[in-house]
Structure formats: C-alpha cells, structure tokens
Nanobody
Framework: QVQLVESGGGLVQAGGSLRLSCAAS????????MGWYRQVPGKQRELVARITSGGSANYADSVKGRFTISRDNAKNTVYLQMNSLKPEDTAVYSC???????????????WGQGTQVTVSS
C-alpha cells in the first residue's frame, strides 16, 4: 500500500507565498513522476506542475514563472513553491505519483487527500 500525505496549504493574501509538500510512503520501489493538481468546485481537476525522477518539469501556463516544483528523491517528497499568489489560485491542491512498487506493480493513480489553498484579494 502506498500513501501520499500533503501539507502546507492555508490562507494567504494575494501576492503572498506558500510551499506545499507531499511525502510518499509505503511499498515503493521507484517513483517515476510526481505532480500537483488542483480543483475548484464545479470544475475539472487540472494539472499545475509535474516533475520526473530526473528533474524535468512542466507547468500549466497559468502558473509559469510563479510556481516551482521540486523533489527530493531520497525522501520520496515533492514540493510546490507558490509565489505571487492570485485569488484564482484558490483550490484544493492534490499530489499524484506514478510509481513502481516493490512487487513490480505499476501504480499511476495514487493521490493524496488534498490540501486547501485560499488566496484572498
């Protein structure tokens, strides 16, 4: 069994910063990619940023230049540094992992419980 646990959400004023963390634990052999997604009520979940084990990252156009994704492979942890936050960044942010378990099983649909980010104007 694999678990993802997010932390770091909260309430911040527009222009402020937050740093999200997501730690993976359990029956993990290798994590190939980790990503952050966000969702607001009534809308589909959207990709915010994703990073491979080699450090290659891609971002949604709406966050380029403001958000930075990084990961610590030794700790099976991914981070999302969010700067210059805007009210439209308000959402539940969830972590996702694409990994191989110690039993050589591919799991691509592992999600954390989500953390609320609220940006006030």
């Amino acid at each position: 069994q694999v678990q993802l646990v997010e932390s770091g959400g909260g309430l911040v004023q527009a222009g402020g910063s937050l740093r999200l963390s997501c730690a993976a634990s359990g029956n993990i052999f290798r994590i190939d990619a980790m990503g952050w997604y966000r969702q607001v009520p009534g809308k589909q979940r959207e990709l915010v940023a994703r990073i491979t084990s080699g450090g290659s990252a891609n971002y949604a156009d709406s966050v380029k230049g403001r958000f930075t994704i990084s990961r610590d492979n030794a700790k099976n942890t991914v981070y999302l540094q969010m700067n210059s936050l805007k009210p439209e960044d308000t959402a539940v942010y969830s972590c996702n992992a694409d990994l191989l378990t110690e039993w050589n099983k591919r799991l691509s649909d592992v999600w954390g419980q989500g953390t609320q980010v609220t940006v006030s104007s």
